[in-house]
């Protein structure tokens, strides 16, 4: 879920392209998030299009990134972090955490990122659904719609700014998946957590993303 490490990578290999391929993009996590399937690269083999384009890069981006050895090694130190908090699905979170937490430092360093993602998503917003029901070979995608609608209109991610809405966001997106919630002293767990593991990935932040760049 980390939308401004991917649209950071696009603006800095592409950033000329139309505003379907920013939103491309981001496709394939927010699919993750309107449970109404999920964007593989046999969906935008041979297919042309902006939207594709920038699926394809963020799925080539993510193939590199989640093997970087140092990306792995955080979600290491992260499951170490959340330890003292009763999670299901430790690795969801830990993965998760680690990749909010590289957003983090990119809204907090250059706030620019997200004022330019809202910006060209804003331009094309209404094509989304419809142009990754095609890729999908679906009819519709009523709650991918609804995602993306939210996710521009509510500026989801500028609560990433925060430890606190950090911790908000990383629960909204596990019971999003179905994991139930936590009790309440175990939320307010999350903050504190939040503030050690920027400490750890902000550092480790820029050459993530940099490694991340299709060859």
């Not at 980390?2 to 950071?8: G, V």
């Not at 593989?40 to 799925?59: I, M, N, P, Q, W």
């Not at 996710?151 to 500028?158: G, S, V, Y």
């Not at 002293?185 to 400490?199: G, H, N, T």
Request: net charge negative.
């Amino acid at each position: 879920m980390n939308f401004l490490s991917h649209h950071a990578l696009a603006r800095q290999l592409a950033p000329d392209e139309p505003p379907l391929f920013y939103a491309g993009n981001l496709v394939p996590d927010w699919l993750g998030i309107s449970q109404e399937g999920s964007l593989k690269k046999r969906h935008v083999e041979g297919k042309t299009g902006s939207l594709a384009d920038g699926a394809r890069l963020h799925l080539a981006a993510d193939q590199r990134f989640h093997t970087d050895p140092v990306f792995v090694a955080l979600c290491d130190e992260a499951k170490v972090l959340f330890a003292p908090v009763p999670l299901k699905r430790v690795f969801f979170f830990a993965h998760i955490a680690v990749e909010l937490a590289m957003d983090s430092y990119l809204l907090r360093s250059d706030p620019t990122h997200a004022a330019d993602l809202f910006q060209r998503l804003t331009r094309c917003l209404p094509e989304i659904a419809p142009q990754t029901a095609l890729l999908l070979e679906r009819e519709s995608l009523p709650e991918l719609a609804g995602v993306a609608e939210r996710f521009l209109e509510n500026r989801w991610i500028l609560a990433y700014e925060t430890d606190a809405g950090l911790a908000r966001r990383l629960l909204q997106l596990g019971q999003r998946v179905g994991i139930e919630a936590l009790d309440p002293d175990a939320s307010q767990k999350l903050p504190e957590i939040f503030a050690q593991l920027y400490q750890i990935v902000a550092p480790e932040t820029l050459g993530l993303i940099s490694r991340a760049a299709p060859i």
